[in-house]
């Protein structure tokens, strides 16, 4: 039988003069933090984060009639998830059944565990793709988001088109959609808010946080101490570290401070720190996504993807300026394009996004204005003709029409002879001028590990395996869910689908205050 | 400055109904253990297991003038490093010399760092590559290890054969010789002594450890507790986990029981999950190499592995069954041929391991007796003809012919035109009977992943990033030195070279008591 041991008690014992009293092996491993003798607040569920997945929980936790505080540590709710590009997996949605795609949960599980390269937990991965589309269906009627329903986009790594997309291109929908809908709960998330310890006791239990009000980031004793009890639980949805080069060189030394990163600059790794010391499992840290569509023109995430994965990647073609040739499947999961294009980089040459006027008609219908957006901002660029394409990025010329030729010829076929790509049934031959064209520059984009949950959300234990009483966990913050490679459209399912378990679970949470 | 606050203080405070005095951000964050008002025993150095690191660590820190104990939980001294193949990288060595290749401790790290995928730390890779040569010398002078003076050998990876092997074959002559040279200062690893709770003080600093001596693998909670005040520092080097189905799949879920290992039964997560609750930092654990040369008819290692690398891997072929083809580099590294053969195993296909007998010639010279018993074992097979081969294993006589006509015409041309294979110039040109077939079946064998330490092996901590007091790492317990994938031959030089530093410092480090 377990024997739990009173931390303060064996300190009074030590400090009479007592022999050690060890504790078992059996029970919670962990040492605990000083509970403080004076809490500062209460609340039944303190949640982490307020990205997709921590009001996702908060959503649930309210509404399963718990109190709820969310807390941020930015300026600004929504972290990297009101920056995202607004596209979710969901199969039978009414954007496939409009365009005809046959698939299912099954098919989209089985391209997740796939490309994940079986480091993802498989029931993990079952759950999130059967709860896919009631998902999408919860987000419109109790969220309110608009999604484009006669639309379907592909992301890499996908069999079909698969995903929808908001009505204003971006996560911002969802977000803005989660902070309105909570509001008329009453639930509006406290900015500015800085997690700076989770306090667990000697019982093993999470018992609340030591946080930093008014706290101003990059300046870390900044702010007031705080100390907020959590009665049912703490929920963490801090996101990824993609921001943070130390830690992230930590991880993959690779990825020093010359790669530029598509995430906000809140996405450090102050949380996974934190979670590590009090016991929690951090699996995978290493499986660090770079985003292969990014233009070295813009900061951060920027624009250009849009192009280059909406427009270029399915409607026309990613070439090597170098050999003027087709160097991926432009549809092959982020990491295996990242990897091609940071190789040939290394090697001195430069990868470019390519298609021509029919290739952004889809583009133009699923996000209006985006084009002209980035022809204005110049990181995609127009050409009149295929000779100024090639001159003004030193592509071989004949290389250059053969591999449009032999794209053209593939679509005939309804079949990439070389790479496997899927073939879009909407796909155009290539040759109808103005011609457009981004460059192609990797950019650290997506943490795939974190802490190791079970299914139920809960944090599992490092020494114990068994779930830490009184914490929770989900989306980015988490790892096991997308294996070595996240596809994209997967995150945002991730976030809702487990946030909204997490939440759940933690308001039913017993409470020990 | 930082401020550091006295933990039993907090509490003391916390008891007598003060408001909350929380730790400054600064100070080491991690919670600390109870110390035991009363240590049992009481030594300079600590160090735990009993492998080349450890036992290279304790050597270190005794001839320093340090008081050492080290601990070893299993029956038996060594780990896995006593069933290991005794061989170990060494640019310029006399094996070297004597064939006549060109190597450097610059074209070794290069190896290293290409194979490992860039996840490996360069300052740590360039380091052990230039401490190679000295650590072999000093295995000899120092240890009285006998190498084998007239060969050398190359492991899959590595550009040119650079690694010297011990005269009989296994770890265990490094080992042996380690233990007689420590026996001699007075110093004898304790068996049966599991490291239970490493103990971390409030102010940061590791005091000692709470052992359970006398224990019994299998039974965590057989024997009996102690506490081992360490006055300068503990130094970790417990090894991988490769032996543990759980822990494993927390990684790699793919992992599961199925697979066998090639590591001794101890090689179990205990350490690595209580550093990690002391606040070192776990990193890459989810890289774990699985040994592309092990037979299914043996448990864990085996010895099927000398005839597959030493034999075919250099001097035949590696093929599959169904096609008669190659289907790999024999010497790529060794992820890339065990994911070879487990994709192919998955699909339903057997892979086998094939030279005849001038192949084995370099095998019997430099591992005498050992084709012998893996005949006796049966773990290798031994066929007069080409045709009883194909016969045998199923194998398409046309495709088998064919493949051995092209690898002798490969030898010719002194390339390898399909996989760049490194041409042997001892190889011959197969065709001479007798035939010798292993088949090949992927074991867990490695953990590349482990404790983040500094150049100087101190384990760094989580919320800081500032080394441990008190607290060293060498070995496979630690990451960051062999990236995603070890490069065999590799980690005998790690574990020597890291753990006579870890020794070092160790030794030097300022007692506390």
């Given amino acids: 039988m377990a024997v739990e041991i009173s931390r303060r008690r064996v300190l009074a014992a030590a400090a009479a003069g007592a022999a050690l009293v060890p504790v078992a092996r059996t029970a919670s491993a962990t040492p605990s933090d000083p509970v403080p003798a004076k809490w500062d607040e209460e609340v039944d569920v303190l949640i982490v984060g307020s990205g997709f997945a ?6 649930e936790a309210k509404k399963a009639g718990a109190s709820v505080l969310v807390i941020e540590k930015m300026r600004t709710p929504g972290g990297n998830s009101i920056i995202n590009g607004g596209i979710m997996s969901a199969p039978g949605c009414p954007g496939q059944i409009a365009e005809g795609i046959k698939d299912s949960p099954a098919l989209l599980a089985a391209d997740m ?19 896919a589309l009631d998902t999408y269906w919860w987000c419109e009627k109790e969220l309110g988001v608009r999604w484009v329903k006669d639309k379907i986009g592909q992301e890499g790594g996908h069999s079909v088109p698969r995903h929808a997309y908001t009505i204003n291109g971006s996560g911002s929908e969802i977000v803005n959609a989660e902070l309105r809908t909570l509001e008329k709960m009453g639930v509006k998330p406290r900015l500015r808010c800085f997690m700076e310890r989770i306090v667990r006791d000697s019982d093993g239990r999470v018992k609340g946080l030591v946080v930093r009000e008014g706290y101003r980031f990059g300046k870390p004793d900044s702010g007031k101490r705080k100390a907020i009890l959590a009665r049912r639980a703490v929920v963490l949805c801090h996101g990824g570290f993609g921001a943070d080069v130390t830690y992230r060189m930590h991880q993959d030394p690779k990825l020093t401070a010359k790669f530029d990163t598509t995430n906000q600059p809140g996405a450090t790794s102050e949380a996974w720190r934190e979670s590590s010391r009090v016991g929690c499992q951090i699996i995978q840290a290493d499986w660090i996504q770079c985003g292969p569509w990014n233009s070295p023109v813009e900061k951060g995430m920027g624009i250009a993807l849009y192009f280059a994965q909406g427009g270029a990647a399915s409607f026309g073609v990613w070439l090597d300026t170098k050999t003027g040739k087709r160097f991926v499947n432009e549809l092959a999961n982020r990491k295996v394009r990242a990897d091609a294009i940071i190789n040939r980089n290394n090697a001195g040459h ?13 583009l133009r219908s699923s996000r209006k204005g985006i084009l002209e957006k980035c022809l204005e901002r110049g990181c995609v660029k127009k050409y009149e003709t295929l000779e100024d394409v090639a001159k003004a990025h030193s592509i071989p010329m004949e290389a250059l029409k053969k591999t449009i030729a032999d794209h053209n010829e593939d679509l005939a076929a309804g079949k990439d002879r070389e790479f496997g790509r ?20 990797p ?6 590990g974190g802490i190791l949950t079970d299914n139920d959300a809960q944090a599992l234990d490092i020494s114990t395996d068994k779930p830490i009483p009184g914490l929770f966990a989900a989306g980015e913050a988490t790892g096991g869910v997308h294996g070595a490679v996240r596809l994209g459209s997967c995150a945002t399912l991730d976030c809702l689908v487990n946030g909204r378990v997490a939440g759940r679970r933690a308001a039913a949470e017993k409470p020990w205050a």
Avoid at 443 to 448: A, E, N, P, R
Wanted: net charge positive; charged share 15%; aromatic share 10%.
């Fill in 422 to 441: 899927y073939i879009n049934k909407l796909c155009k031959p290539m040759g109808t001028g103005p011609w457009y064209v981004s460059i192609l520059s």
């Fill in 350 to 362: 430069t990868c470019i996004a390519l298609t021509d006027s029919l290739g952004v008609e889809h």
């Fill in 113 to 131: 565990l796939r490309e994940g390269q079986g480091y993802n937990n498989p029931e993990k991965v079952k759950f999130l793709a059967e709860h």
């Fill in 443 to 448: 950019k650290v984009h997506h943490c795939m």
């Fill in 54 to 59: 921590g009001l996702a929980a908060a959503y």
